[in-house]
């Protein structure tokens, strides 16, 4: 697959709070806490009827499942209205990720893209060094990974 329209976003010379995501707490679907201080963490902004988004989390699994031992979070964000945990759960059982419902996230509202998927890369001290395109049709690809987050974990 081919990424196409890559926003790559401007890193703004303040500090960060230690937290690698835009938001201030969130809580899996288990009930369990997310905190990735310290890690690079990929952001995945996803929804069950997005056809993009079902592309794209095998890719950011495997990608996961390679490199969670040098330091990478991964948290997919469900945007998903009116859909259960239980259906959320099971529709993500396979993933090594953790995965959470908006709802369940502390965060602006703003910051949450109604184009999805959107992945948002954040380096060891919480900058956003990458965004996908939130076009509703872009898609990431291993590639793209390796050359955007690879690099961080080093």
Known sequence: MRLSGIVVAAVIGLSAPLTAAPFQSAKTLDGAPFNPAGHVTIVHYWATWCAPCRVEMP????????????????????????????????GTAKFAFPVAHVDDVKMPRRDIHSAIPVNRVYDKVGRL???????????IDTATLERIVTPLLR
């Not at 991964?74 to 998903?80: K, R």
């Not at 209205?81 to 259906?87: H, L, Y």
């Not at 060094?129 to 898609?139: C, E, L, N, Y």
Request: charged share 30%; no cysteine; glycine share 6%.
């Open 59 to 90: 890719i950011l699994d495997a990608y996961y499942r390679k490199h969670r031992s040098q330091g990478l979070d991964v948290i997919a964000i469900s945007i998903d209205q009116g859909v259960s945990a239980k259906k959320l759960k099971e």
């Open 129 to 139: 060094v990458f965004q996908s395109k939130a076009d509703g049709r872009s898609t």
